[in-house]
């Protein structure tokens, strides 16, 4: 696996906290995510569907049937 830091901020970010903590960068980078991540509001991927799962819904309610419209999947997506 590899992240790839674009810009000189990022990469002088990164490098400042693994040398202020003593980890690696790779270690600090990790953390720093984590402990990031932690703070945000949980998702609750119960309530969201994803857009394969969409589709599967989809194909099942217009099988054997007319080819759908815009109209049908907007109707559909409400559900």
């Not at 509001?41 to 815009?70: C, H, I």
């Given at each position: 696996?590899?992240?790839?830091?674009?810009?000189?901020?990022?990469?002088?970010?990164?490098?400042?906290l693994?040398?202020?903590?003593?980890?690696?960068?790779?270690?600090?980078?990790?953390?720093?995510?984590?402990?990031?991540?932690?703070?945000?509001?949980?998702?609750?991927?119960?309530?969201?569907?994803?857009?394969?799962?969409?589709?599967?819904?989809?194909?099942?309610?217009?099988?054997?049937?007319?080819?759908?419209?815009?109209?049908?999947?907007?109707?559909?997506?409400?559900?």
């Amino acid at each position: 696996m590899a992240l790839s830091i674009k810009t000189e901020e990022a990469d002088r970010l990164a490098r400042e906290l693994a040398r202020r903590t003593g980890e690696s960068m790779t270690q600090a980078v990790t953390r720093a995510l984590r402990e990031r991540l932690e703070r945000l509001p949980p998702v609750n991927d119960d309530e969201t569907e994803s857009f394969d799962d969409f589709l599967k819904r989809a194909q099942t309610f217009f099988k054997g049937t007319r080819t759908p419209t815009k109209e049908d999947f907007d109707a559909l997506w409400e559900e």
